[in-house]
Each structure stands twice: as structure tokens, then as C-alpha cells.
């Protein structure tokens, strides 16, 4: 498979599950099931149609400040502040609360000081594009740095992100047969050093071996009901839903959604994992015709990956109205809020 199959599958990836999993997000395993019960995962936020959020538009500001850049680390990391600045005035729904505060920060005018200290999955949600677009692993360590210490300073969070990038590098750059998964999480556990995310990966191992599922994984790591925001959570339960289901991305998402918790990053990680590996005929036709996103439509997401497979000498990302973006926006807080309001009413 060519790399602009794994290119768009991974961004493509990324807002499916993003958009499979904003409505589900925040709520315990045990409320979803109540609210949703047991039918097979589809778009629910708007009239059986999906709409995406944070996740998926960091993703899309990535591959805009990669292009800009021709994959310098230290102009990528000006272009992709620059357009991180711009985005947060735009009123974007569901903004983490170190990424807001690093907005702020970029605003009164930081800039490269702008990251707060925190071990959120920001970084983690909007790496696995530079995975692939890495040259080798020194320019993929650079371009993490770049994109992490924008919004998050905590050494963990460029831990958490590099592991989400090296997998995708490594599906990018492997010309040996592909790697089975235990070999897989080896490979990454010689990237990590935080001693928390080393036991975790080590425990995933074990549970692979025994091909345990994902949520009894997730328990063994003591998230018994939901996965929480922390990177230390996020990276090593999407990379379990992601290896569990080799082969099967529909499977991998609907996975990672009914672990209940921060459902749409975790769905978009996970995406973009299984996008990249198999690329884009592997997600499901339903879940991409279904997404109801504008002006960043299905269209306009695979002319940005055609961009990015098209070399990057000279050329101008592609752009939307960002006109269009803040009526976007304002349209979409209140069918979120909406959503929100339906799921505090029965069943209980």
C-alpha cells in the first residue's frame, strides 16, 4: 500500500472516530449502555450523521503547518501556532483545559513558552499524522516536540505522543513483514522511559498474550469504568484496542467507544491507527457517507491528504472560509449541548 492510502486513512481515521465518539464522551460504560444500549455503533449526534471536534480539526491544523513548513520542525511549530491561535477564536467546542490555557498564552503573546504543564492526550490526538510524514527518527522526534510543547510542557504528554507517532512511523518505514503486535508494543516500549506508561505497555503485552479483551485490559490498569483524559490512559488503551484488533477497524473503534470516558479522542486515536495501517478502504463506507461535517467535508479532508502526498515545495496548504468555520462552530455548540441535555433524561 502506497503512503497517500495510509495518509488519507489516517486522517480520515481520525475524524470518524472522533465523530463515533463525541457522543459518548464523558459518560460511564454503564450510562451508555443504558442510553444506547447494546445495538452496533453508528453516528448519533445529529440525525444519525456525525459531526467532529477538537481531535479531528488539530489534525487537519497538523497536516495545514506540515505543508506550510516543507516539514521543518521550528517553522512547523511557528505555522502550526500560528493556525492553533486563530482556531481557538473560532469558539471551538469541547477545548481541553491545557490547550485553553495555551491559547491564552499564545494570545498574550508566549509564544514558544506558550505550553502549560500538563500530561493531557492533546499532543497524543494530533500525532499520529506525523508519524507518517516523518523522514527518519530524528526529524519525527523534532516535529513531536514541535507539536507538543506548543500546548503541553509535562514530559509525559511527549512520551505519550511520540508512542502514537513511532507506531505510525513504523507502519510507514517497515519493509519487513508486518510486525505482530506483542513484537510491536516491544518496539515502542524501547521509546518510553516514564516507568507509569512502561508498566502499562508491559501489562498489555501480557494481556495480548493471553488475548485478553480491551476492557478487561483497561481494568488491569485500573480504569474500571471509563478511560480518563490523562496520556498515561489514553496512549496505552488505544494502542490495545488498535493491536487486539488487527485487521478490523471497525472493530478496533467500537471498542475503544464503549470503554465510556473520553470516548472521541480515544476513538480517533485508534482510527488513525487502524486508518494508517490498512488506509482508507478499511473504514467502514457507513461511517465515512455518514459524516455530516461542512465546510471540512469527507471531500475537502482527502484533497488535504492528496496535498500532503503531492510534495510540499512551494505549495500552500489547502483552506476553508474561516468564515465558514465560526458559523460551523456556532452552529455546532448548540446541538452538542442539545446531545448533552438528552443524556441527563431516562432511561437511567
Keep these: 500500500m502506497d503512503t497517500s492510502q495510509k495518509i488519507k486513512g489516517c486522517i480520515l481515521g481520525t475524524a470518524v472516530g472522533d465523530a463515533l ?44 503547518a506540515y505543508i506550510a ?19 481557538f477564536v473560532r469558539l471551538p467546542a469541547g477545548v481541553g483545559l491545557g490547550t485553553l490555557r495555551a491559547c491564552i498564552k499564545l494570545w498574550l503573546g508566549f509564544g514558544k513558552h506558550s505550553g502549560v504543564k500538563s500530561a493531557g492526550n492533546g499532543p497524543a490526538m494530533r500525532s499520529a499524522l506525523l508519524g507518517i510524514l516523518a ?7 523534532d ?9 503541553h510542557t509535562d514530559p509525559r504528554a511527549f512520551q505519550g505522543a511520540l508512542l502514537i507517532a513511532t507506531a505510525t512511523h513504523i507502519l510507514t518505514s517497515n519493509t519487513q513483514p508486518i510486525l505482530e503486535s506483542v ?20 501489562k498489555a503485552q501480557a494481556s495480548l498474550s493471553q488475548n485478553q479483551l480491551p476492557v478487561e485490559y483497561a481494568k488491569s490498569i485500573g480504569l474500571n469504568n471509563g478511560i480518563s483524559g490523562y496520556i498515561n490512559h489514553t496512549v496505552p488503551v488505544a494502542l490495545y484496542c488498535w493491536l487486539f484488533n488487527r485487521n478490523n477497524f471497525r472493530a478496533a473503534v467500537e471498542d475503544a467507544i464503549k470503554l465510556g470516558g473520553d470516548t472521541d479522542t480515544i476513538a480517533a486515536i485508534v482510527g488513525a491507527l487502524a486508518g494508517t495501517e490498512y488506509g482508507v478502504a478499511s473504514i467502514p463506507s457507513d461511517w465515512i457517507n455518514n459524516l455530516a461535517e461542512w465546510p471540512c467535508s469527507t471531500q475537502w479532508l482527502t484533497e488535504l491528504s ?20 465560526l458559523i460551523r462552530n456556532i452552529a455546532f455548540i448548540p446541538i452538542v449541548l442539545g446531545h448533552g441535555l438528552r443524556r441527563l433524561a431516562p432511561p437511567y
Design 21 to 64: 465518539g463525541l457522543p459518548r464522551e464523558g459518560i460511564s460504560q454503564r450510562r451508555a449502555k443504558k442510553l444506547f444500549s447494546n445495538k452496533p455503533i453508528e453516528h448519533t449526534l445529529l440525525l444519525k450523521r456525525g459531526l467532529c471536534s477538537d481531535d479531528t480539526e488539530h489534525t487537519i491544523m497538523v497536516a495545514q
Design 69 to 87: 513548513s516543507q516539514g521543518q520542525p521550528d517553522e512547523f511549530r511557528r505555522q502550526f501556532a500560528k493556525r492553533l491561535r486563530w482556531w
Design 135 to 141: 523522514q527518519d527518527d530524528t526529524h519525527l522526534r
Design 143 to 151: 516535529l513531536i516536540k514541535a507539536s507538543t510543547l506548543i500546548t
Design 183 to 202: 513484537d510491536l508494543l516491544e518496539d515502542l516500549l524501547a521509546v518510553a522511559s516514564d516507568n507509569e506508561l512502561i508498566n502499562h505497555l508491559q
Design 306 to 325: 492528496e496535498a500532503l502526498t503531492d510534495g510540499h515545495s512551494n505549495q500552500k496548504p489547502p483552506t476553508v472560509n474561516p468564515i465558514c468555520l
